[in-house]
């Protein structure tokens, strides 16, 4: 016997050691790719970047860097940052803001290399703006997928929830003519989705991802339905009418900042309310402690008096309701139209987040977040005439998505009896 545990841990050694130096070679090779790719190869010239959009009540001056010294600087910032990853052993703090560190460094040697040269810089307020727009429906499935799997119920239909939220969002306000109307309507059809779900994965115990998986379908072949059958005859049955940005006195006019944070549709502040009310309910109150008893040894609630069933329910319909928010703003909140298989997988790019956010909401609009900004990322990247095949941009959201569960999430723990069905004794 010790002979076999002599051997297992000599074996587990080399893999402990070498998944050390995973992420120093990551932020050298970063570093790297920094002076050589971007600050070899960049124009001549400065790169510019905007810190005001049109209209501000300030302006504030741009900013104009040397590209190529730029890049050098940042790189080396990165070898260092790795280097020094290699020589210590950071806590879990330190880890994370060198990971956000060295990620930093190469965007900027990235937007200082595509910027260089052009007439036309890239502006950082604009940029962010678009992020939090891309990163809205992201935000509402993750959280939607918290309230889920904190309670035990794997929820893969988001996709589905963001759908039919979509549709009934701009089917209603288009009716009705009322876009609050619309966005609890779309809200609503999240919510009967998620009904569903509890129905089939609470009561029948159907497997839940084959569940999810069928209820995407069913959501994408319904809503596709009814838009070839109501929509495309009747045009007034999705007229466009989208919701006009709310300024903040006072704080909208903050430069940099105010724009972006404080100068939105109610979607935003939808979401700053959720946040703020999920991530306080699930950790700070004794509805979150019943919560995460559920999702993670239902027997012993039941034992001391939780209804483990009745919580479940409550809890994946309120995550539909969530959801079917982020599918309303796909709709009312941005184009106003609605078509075919809108939500483009974002539904199970929320549900990564979820993941990459260790089933936390903070976590989860983190990660929302930073798949957004990968849009956004693209899509201005696009517009820079960039020696990069469009259709390689147009994959950056889906490859960030799978880099970071896949390599950056690292051991994450899901709650105990998430996807287990529960039958009382």
Same mark, same amino acid.
């Given at each position: 016997?010790?002979?076999?545990?002599?051997?297992?841990?000599?074996?587990?050694?080399?893999?402990?050691?070498?998944?050390?130096?995973?992420?120093?070679?990551?932020?050298?090779?970063?570093?790297? @790719?920094? =002076?050589?790719?971007?600050?070899?190869? +960049?124009?001549? %010239?400065?790169?510019?970047?905007? /810190? !005001? #959009?049109? $209209? *501000?009540?300030?302006?504030?001056?741009?900013?104009?860097?040397?590209?190529?010294?730029?890049?050098?600087?940042?790189?080396?910032?990165? @070898?260092? =940052?790795?280097?020094?990853?290699?020589? +210590?052993?950071? %806590?879990?703090?330190?880890?994370? /803001? !060198? #990971?956000? $560190? *060295?990620?930093?460094?190469?965007?900027?040697?990235?937007?200082?290399?595509?910027?260089?040269?052009?007439?036309?810089?890239?502006?950082?307020?604009?940029?962010?703006?678009?992020?939090?727009? +891309?990163?809205?429906?992201?935000?509402?499935?993750? /959280?939607?997928?918290?309230?889920?799997?904190?309670?035990?119920?794997?929820?893969?239909?988001?996709?589905?929830?963001?759908?039919?939220?979509?549709?009934?969002?701009?089917?209603?306000?288009?009716?009705?003519?009322?876009?609050?109307?619309?966005?609890?309507?779309?809200?609503?059809?999240?919510?009967?989705?998620?009904?569903?779900?509890?129905?089939?994965?609470?009561?029948?115990?159907?497997?839940?991802?084959?569940?999810?998986?069928?209820?995407?379908?069913?959501?994408?072949?319904?809503?596709?339905?009814?838009?070839?059958?109501?929509?495309?005859?009747?045009?007034?049955?999705?007229?466009?009418?989208?919701?006009?940005?709310?300024?903040?006195?006072?704080?909208?006019?903050?430069?940099?900042?105010?724009?972006?944070?404080?100068?939105?549709?109610?979607?935003?502040?939808?979401?700053?309310?959720?946040?703020?009310?999920?991530?306080?309910?699930?950790?700070?109150?004794?509805?979150?402690?019943?919560?995460?008893?559920?999702?993670?040894?239902?027997?012993?609630?039941?034992?001391?008096?939780?209804?483990?069933?009745?919580?479940?329910?409550?809890?994946?319909?309120?995550?539909?309701?969530?959801?079917?928010?982020?599918?309303?703003?796909?709709?009312?909140?941005?184009?106003?139209?609605?078509?075919?298989?809108?939500?483009?997988?974002?539904?199970?790019?929320?549900?990564?987040?979820?993941?990459?956010?260790?089933?936390?909401?903070?976590?989860?609009?983190?990660?929302?977040?930073?798949?957004?900004?990968?849009?956004?990322?693209?899509?201005?990247?696009?517009?820079?005439?960039?020696?990069?095949?469009?259709?390689?941009?147009?994959?950056?959201?889906?490859?960030?998505?799978?880099?970071?569960?896949?390599?950056?999430?690292?051991?994450?723990?899901?709650?105990?009896?998430?996807?287990?069905?529960?039958?009382?004794?």
């Amino acid at each position: 016997m010790e002979r076999v545990t002599t051997l297992t841990a000599s074996l587990r050694v080399p893999t402990t050691v070498s998944r050390r130096y995973v992420a120093p070679v990551a932020f050298i090779l970063l570093g790297v @790719i920094d =002076i050589v790719l971007f600050g070899f190869f +960049a124009h001549a %010239g400065h790169a510019t970047f905007g /810190l !005001s #959009i049109s $209209g *501000a009540g300030v302006q504030v001056p741009d900013i104009h860097a040397p590209a190529a010294l730029v890049c050098y600087i940042v790189g080396a910032i990165s @070898i260092a =940052i790795g280097i020094w990853r290699g020589v +210590a052993e950071p %806590g879990r703090l330190a880890a994370r /803001l !060198s #990971i956000a $560190g *060295a990620l930093i460094c190469f965007l900027i040697a990235l937007l200082c290399w595509a910027d260089a040269g052009n007439s036309t810089g890239v502006n950082l307020v604009s940029l962010f703006q678009q992020t939090f727009a +891309a990163s809205l429906p992201l935000v509402f499935g993750a /959280l939607a997928g918290c309230m889920c799997e904190r309670s035990g119920v794997i929820n893969i239909a988001i996709e589905g929830q963001l759908l039919v939220g979509a549709f009934a969002g701009a089917a209603i306000a288009s009716a009705v003519g009322s876009l609050t109307f619309g966005l609890i309507s779309g809200s609503l059809a999240g919510g009967l989705l998620g009904l569903l779900l509890a129905v089939f994965a609470i009561n029948f115990l159907v497997d839940q991802i084959i569940l999810g998986v069928v209820l995407n379908v069913l959501a994408l072949g319904l809503t596709g339905f009814l838009y070839d059958r109501l929509m495309v005859p009747n045009a007034n049955l999705n007229s466009g009418n989208t919701f006009n940005a709310i300024k903040i006195p006072l704080l909208g006019d903050i430069p940099i900042i105010g724009p972006i944070f404080f100068d939105s549709t109610i979607f935003l502040y939808i979401a700053y309310a959720l946040i703020i009310l999920i991530q306080v309910g699930l950790f700070r109150t004794r509805w979150g402690l019943r919560v995460r008893a559920v999702g993670e040894h239902p027997t012993a609630a039941d034992t001391v008096g939780i209804r483990v069933l009745w919580i479940r329910y409550r809890n994946v319909v309120l995550g539909g309701m969530v959801a079917g928010i982020g599918g309303a703003f796909l709709t009312i909140g941005s184009v106003g139209f609605f078509n075919k298989d809108i939500s483009s997988g974002e539904g199970f790019i929320a549900l990564a987040a979820m993941i990459f956010g260790r089933w936390t909401p903070l976590g989860s609009v983190a990660a929302s977040l930073l798949f957004g900004f990968a849009t956004t990322l693209a899509l201005v990247l696009s517009t820079l005439n960039i020696p990069i095949p469009s259709f390689f941009l147009l994959m950056t959201p889906y490859v960030a998505t799978i880099v970071a569960v896949a390599g950056l999430v690292g051991k994450v723990r899901a709650p105990a009896a998430d996807g287990k069905p529960y039958v009382k004794a």
